[in-house]
């Protein structure tokens, strides 16, 4: 059975810098500064308010490339081929492969490096590990991360 990290939380906005990098993030506040999931990259996939579920790169941790060690740890979501405004939506993430670390980059342009390469890693694992396949979330309290297993 394959196990889940679920966190559910409500859109913020970020520091717009997502956007300039040409990666916009819906970032999520998690309500456990230490986290029960630890820090990393991910390859899941965002359950929206409509119901629809779309594949994604998910960023937890505390940015090390721009805040150092002293960053307030967020959840952060790139949606795979997505474009539209998700501020104040409230959405539920499934964590699913775990990556990488987080890891201070010593430039925008490596941070971007990484990116594309998180992006084709959660491209294909999201191809082969269908939304269909999710285990139901439960009910988790906003900004809470609970495990699950499908
Ligand atoms: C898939 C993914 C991986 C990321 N990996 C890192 C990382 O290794 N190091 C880091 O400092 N930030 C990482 N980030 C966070 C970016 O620094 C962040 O999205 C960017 O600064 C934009 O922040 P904003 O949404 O507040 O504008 C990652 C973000 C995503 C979506």
Do not use: C
Request: aromatic share 8%; charged share 20%.
């Amino acid at each position: 059975m394959p196990e889940y990290f679920v966190v559910r939380g409500t859109v913020e906005h970020g520091d717009e810098r997502g956007r300039e990098l040409g990666f916009p993030t819906a970032n999520l506040a998690l309500g456990d500064q230490a986290g029960s999931v630890g820090d990393g990259v991910w390859a899941g996939w965002v359950g929206r308010e409509d119901g629809s579920r779309v594949p994604a790169a998910i960023s937890v941790g505390r940015r090390p490339t721009y805040y150092g060690a002293d960053g307030y740890r967020l959840l952060e979501a790139h949606l795979l081929d997505f474009t539209a405004d998700l501020y104040g939506e409230t959405l539920v993430v499934w964590l699913g492969s775990h990556l990488r670390d987080q890891q201070a980059y010593a430039s925008a342009e490596d941070l971007i490096t990484a990116l594309k390469n998180d992006i084709a890693a959660a491209s294909q694992w999201t191809a082969e590990h269908p939304a269909a396949a999710l285990p139901a979330p439960g009910e988790t309290p906003l900004g809470e991360v609970r495990r699950v297993s499908g």
